[in-house]
T-cell receptor, first 112, second 113 residues
């Protein structure tokens, strides 16, 4: 079955630097991959979706890459701010039925 | 208000009791999902629904029942609550378009004593 691995250790970076989070998967290549943000006590919020035929997607300070050969997605936040501190979840499609498989998430702390 | 809501936000119940968690969305999204989130397990799918009167099991359906008589509502019932069902429960919805992104409710924190 498909498995997803995200950095289990929290990532601490200085304000203004670029944060890079990793999502690795095994087995089949998903048709698309999504990134969500989750704040404590709240539900996940959708950020970006990238399809298997796309290498890179950008939205404001966010950038996602998708390497189907390495079976990896990288999520970048440039010019990071303390408000970017949250847990970031990676999710892959589980086939043709609209279900998602979720990673455990990586906690990001941006220090002022 | 527009969006996806869950009620109650917090619930404490005793082992063996029946509990129903409510989920309501105002977007007329076709798909709705119930997840539980536990430390070390991440989000796990309990049940999902592709449309009214169409539901299917997810990864961890045992001990749960769902129904979907109306597009906007997707209640989750724990028929006889157990301590292992102590968790945070999230409802989500998704439209039929090509976006595939899911929109989550605020969650219900359930404690079974």
């Amino acid at each position: 079955s498909q498995k997803i691995e995200q950095n289990s250790e929290a990532l601490n970076i200085q304000e203004g630097k670029t944060a890079t989070l990793t999502c690795n998967y095994t087995n089949y290549s998903p048709a698309y991959l999504q990134w969500y943000r989750q704040d404590p006590g709240r539900g996940p919020v959708f950020l970006l979706l990238i399809r298997e035929n796309e290498k890179e997607k950008r939205k404001e300070r966010l950038k996602v890459t998708f390497d189907t050969t390495l079976k990896q997605s990288l999520f970048h936040i440039t010019a990071s701010q303390p408000a970017d501190s949250a847990t970031y979840l990676c999710a892959l499609d589980a086939g043709n039925n609209r279900k998602l498989i979720w990673g455990l998430g990586t906690s990001l702390a941006v220090n002022p | 208000d527009a969006g996806i809501t869950q009620s109650p936000r917090y619930k404490i119940t005793e082992t063996g009791r029946q509990v129903t968690l409510m989920c309501h969305q105002t977007w007329s999204h076709s798909y709705m999902f119930w997840y539980r989130q536990d430390l070390g397990h991440g989000l796990r799918l309990i049940y999902y629904s592709a449309a009214a009167d169409i539901t299917d099991k997810g990864e961890v359906p045992d001990g749960y029942v769902v129904s979907r008589s109306k597009t906007e509502n997707f209640p989750l019932t724990l028929e006889s609550a157990t301590r292992s069902q102590t968790s945070v429960y999230f409802c989500a919805s998704m439209g039929l378009g090509g976006g595939y992104e899911q929109y989550f409710g605020p969650g219900t924190r359930l404690t079974v004593t």
